[in-house]
T-cell receptor, first 114, second 112 residues
Framework: RKEVEQDPGPFNVPEGATVAFNCTYSNSASQSFFWYRQDCRKEPKLLMSVYSSGNEDGRFTAQLNRASQYISLLIRDSKLSDSATYLCVVNGRRGSGNTGKLIFGQGTTLQVKP | EADIYQTPRYLVIGTGKKITLECSQTMGHDKMYWYQQDPGMELHLIHY???????EKGDLSSESTVSRIRTEHFPLTLESARPSHTSQYLC???????????FGDGTRLSIL
């Protein structure tokens, strides 16, 4: 089982739609959670950190459910420019000399259509 | 914007050549990483470093090697390039295990 799992999609939605992505992680000791955005043939860029209480940045809302070990990203009023791959990122295991690398999910592809 | 730079952006080169991909950051980050990513596929960690003179292999086996002689510099070397090394190589850094990573623009490598 992968440490971070995402539905790869693609999610094809019309402009203006609300879309939600979920991500599950296996390490209950993880402490840091992020969503990244990656455009085609570009580097990943930090979209937002995910806090325990949930957080919002404009049209984007991130939530964390520690009990169920999942993270979600909600995008409201989708724009054409939101088309990209969204990566769920969690910090990894500690112990055995591992100081907690970030683990990237395989990404969920979103395609917003006019 | 994060200050992490990779050169070259694109490299097309013949089989058997020695290649060094450069990565530098000006943020004073101790932790640096190299990822390999094929088009449409997920990121794979191939090397990381937690400070000067510290290097570790990542989750994906790679024939490349890295060095970390200075905090700001983390070059990746392929002694003898092969077509199977064709991919995008992304460098990243962060200030701590709970901090987000910042990525360079990547090097798109093509071995003929």
């Amino acid at each position: 089982r992968k440490e971070v799992e995402q539905d790869p999609g693609p999610f094809n939605v019309p402009e203006g739609a609300t879309v939600a992505f979920n991500c599950t992680y296996s390490n209950s000791a993880s402490q840091s959670f992020f969503w990244y955005r990656q455009d085609c043939r570009k580097e990943p860029k930090l979209l937002m950190s995910v806090y325990s209480s949930g957080n919002e940045d404009g049209r984007f809302t991130a939530q964390l459910n520690r009990a169920s070990q999942y993270i979600s990203l909600l995008i409201r009023d989708s724009k054409l420019s939101d088309s990209a791959t969204y990566l769920c990122v969690v910090n990894g295991r500690r112990g055995s000399g591992n100081t907690g690398k970030l683990i990237f999910g395989q990404g969920t592809t979103l395609q917003v259509k006019p | 914007e994060a200050d992490i730079y990779q050169t070259p952006r694109y490299l097309v080169i013949g089989t058997g050549k020695k290649i060094t991909l450069e990565c530098s950051q000006t943020m004073g980050h101790d932790k640096m990483y190299w990822y390999q990513q094929d088009p449409g596929m997920e990121l794979h960690l191939i090397h990381y470093s937690y400070g000067v003179n510290s290097t570790e292999k990542g989750d994906l086996s790679s024939e490349s090697t890295v060095s970390r002689i200075r905090t700001e510099h983390f070059p990746l070397t392929l002694e003898s390039a092969r077509p199977s090394h064709t991919s995008q190589y992304l460098c990243a850094s962060n200030g701590g295990p709970n901090q987000p990573q910042h990525f360079g623009d990547g090097t798109r490598l093509s071995i003929l």
